[in-house]
């Protein structure tokens, strides 16, 4: 093996054949026959290190193509009866201590293993060495004792031989363009731990990639050892490719989505330099669109004319959803118990242009309903402005009609986070019994909210990781008209709203556990004496504060929180359990209230050919087992 003048500087190098001789003494013919192939593993590596391909796992195939030592020599007393179990003991040469060794590697001295699982112990052992830069450790010998007379069980002692302790360092020309030299002075100039050799090549190769050169790569010429510093010298060669500019854009895939609708929403632009993050950044852009049922990573092509192509395959989905929620509250005393209700119509990609329309009617009790319209432009006049404009009515307990119309614009400023600045009016008109009995006045309220979201779940409907945050701030100038004693004034009103919700996995065997945190809050000030009935929140049912009836409680300040145990069934299923927690607080003239609430309860959601079907069962404080609330929920894509 011959090597260049740099190199000779560092260290002094020896052949691979030499190298071979001098350790066949203490090592395996295993190890030979990958001392012999070391070139081949080599140049296998570092051609897989491309921009295509970067993980941070290379470190285990790294270790096992260039420095892997496995030299098992034949023990006394070895048995091949796999029906023996074995007490495994691991002793070592060094410095490295026996027992932290056992303990990293996952075995235990005192629980009896297989002798399938004693050979397995051994790459455990020595893939943890590896991992702290002993390349060339070993197994020794291997020797056996006997437990007990029936020899059912056995002592099992590895003798370990560590080694010495290497440190890498990468050796080569430095690149011609100046962006990347930098980069190439910064991952060569000290020798380093085999983690962060693999971390600095792998950010090379990004960064170069980040900068217009995806098809940089690292290939591997020789390696040469200096044992006075224990540094492991690679030589490679760093070439930059060629500077790629995206010379057109290529959308398959799409049958009903227009292909500017799709353009639009990327992060790059035909012409624009090939950037690696924000390649990255179109599948999870395209997905939140939310009618693609999956996008294919992108990728570079190159034509027959030498023009770089970013070619993007997309697979869609339902865009539109049908929402259905019923709900049964059980009477109480007297009262006969009553059905409630929710129908909520999405159409999420008209004739293919992203713009939206939905329709919603609910009944929260048996006199309370609610209507609701809305659409929604995206990119108003060609910018990343939304314009969505909304007609509510609602109608309380037949005691007064709510109508209130908005008008919002939404901004993307990322791919997580959505600014929200809206104008809106409110008008309240009690019917006569009202405004004589509950001295309850006609009112309109003119209004201006701004709100910030964040939202990195991986999935709406069903998420397995992430969080999203909503919070909005409304000012507005109530006019309240003048009633019996009560004159005309004008007012002013603040409303706070706080939505939060994490979703973290549980470690366990398998993916397939979360535990969903949802904490809400609302609050409303007035400058009236005391909150008026049409201003409070409202508190309590299927999407509130399960086990109680829809809307039972309200107040000027409310907050609830819903945690879930979830076993995750399916892409859309799933089963739990819940506690619910709320609170809320009242003032009027005679009294005042502040209560905290709990629930718990059950559910799941089930994807079926209908769509997904929702049960959730909930018990509220003082409900016997048979007295809970039940609420049903249908999401339908078509």
């Not at 190769?205 to 940089?216: D, I, Q």
């Not at 034509?303 to 109480?332: C, K, M, Q, W």
Request: hydrophobic content about 40%.
């Amino acid at each position: 093996m011959t090597l260049n003048k740099k190199a000779k500087a560092h260290a002094k190098s020896q052949s691979r054949k030499d190298f071979a001789k001098e350790k066949l003494s203490s090592l395996s013919l295993r190890f030979l026959c990958y001392v012999m192939s070391l070139s081949e593993y080599i140049f296998l590596l570092f051609r897989s290190l491309t921009c295509n391909n970067l993980r941070r796992n290379y470190g285990k195939f790294f270790l096992l193509a260039v420095f892997l030592g496995v030299g098992i020599l034949p023990a006394s007393g070895q048995t091949n009866n796999d029906s023996v179990t074995i007490v495994l003991k691991v002793k070592t040469h060094g410095d490295y201590s026996a027992s932290q060794l056992q303990r990293e590697a996952g075995l235990s001295n005192h629980q009896p293993i297989s002798m399938k699982q004693f050979r397995q112990s051994f790459h455990d052992v020595l893939e943890v060495l590896r991992s702290q830069g002993y390349f060339f450790a070993r197994v020794d010998s291997v020797a056996f004792s006997r437990e007990n007379k029936n020899n059912e069980t056995a002592q099992g002692s590895a003798f370990i031989n560590e080694g010495r302790q290497w440190r890498l360092q990468m050796i080569g020309d430095n690149p011609r363009e100046e962006k990347l030299s930098v980069l190439w002075r910064e991952s060569i100039r000290r020798p380093i731990a085999e983690m962060q050799f693999l971390e600095n090549a792998n950010r090379l190769l990004r960064e170069s990639a980040h900068r217009g050169y995806p098809l940089a790569a690292l290939s591997f010429d020789s390696a040469s050892l200096d044992r006075e510093s224990s540094v492991a010298f690679l030589h490679t060669h760093f070439d930059a490719g060629p500077f790629v500019t995206i010379d057109s854009i290529h959308v398959r895939g799409n049958r009903i989505t227009k292909r500017e609708v799709i353009i639009r929403e990327l992060p790059l632009r035909q012409g624009a330099i090939f950037q690696f993050d924000k390649v990255e950044e179109i599948q999870s852009r395209l997905m939140r669109l939310g009618f693609f049922r999956s996008v294919a990573p992108p990728q570079l092509l190159r034509d027959r004319h030498g023009r770089y192509v970013l070619d993007i395959e997309v697979v869609e989905g339902s865009a539109n959803t049908f929402n259905g929620v019923a709900g049964y509250n059980p009477g109480i005393g007297n009262q006969k118990g009553y059905l409630t209700g929710l129908i909520d119509l999405n159409f999420g990609n008209l004739f293919g242009t992203s713009r939206q329309f939905g329709a919603r009617w609910e009944k929260r009790s048996s006199d309370t309903q609610e209507l609701a319209l809305r659409y929604r432009e995206p990119w108003l006049l060609g910018y990343p402005f939304h314009l969505a404009g909304q007609f509510q009515q609602l109608v309380q307990d037949t005691i007064y009609v709510e109508r209130q119309v908005e008008l919002s614009v939404e901004w993307p400023a990322s791919p997580r986070i959505t600014i929200t600045g809206s104008l809106s009016q409110q008008s309240v008109s009690p019917d006569s019994l009202a405004s004589e009995r509950l001295l309850l006045p006609k009112s309109r309220v003119l209004s201006a909210a701004f709100g910030i979201a964040y939202n990195s779940l991986d999935d709406l409907l069903n998420p397995r990781h992430g969080v999203a945050y909503r919070t909005t701030i409304e000012s507005g100038r109530k006019n309240i008209s003048s009633l019996r004693e009560i004159p005309s004034s004008a007012i002013h009103r603040q409303r706070l709203t706080v939505d939060l919700q994490i979703v973290v996995p549980i470690p366990t065997g398998r993916d397939a556990q979360v535990l969903s945190i949802a904490l809400h809050g609302r609050q409303v000030t007035s400058g009236e004496q005391f909150v008026s009935i049409t201003d409070e929140f409202r508190l309590g049912g299927a999407t509130t504060l399960r086990g109680y009836r829809e809307e039972q409680f309200r107040g000027s300040r409310v907050a609830w929180s819903n945690i879930e145990y979830r076993y995750l069934l399916g892409p859309r299923s799933r089963a739990f359990v819940f506690a619910d927690l709320g609170y809320f607080f009242k003032q009027t003239a005679e009294t005042q209230l502040e209560k905290f609430k709990s629930a718990f309860g059950l559910g799941a959601r089930m994807e079926t050919p209908l769509g997904v079907v929702g049960v959730d069962y909930g018990l509220g404080e003082g409900d016997g087992l048979l007295a809970g609330k039940v609420h049903v929920s249908l999401v339908n894509r078509f």
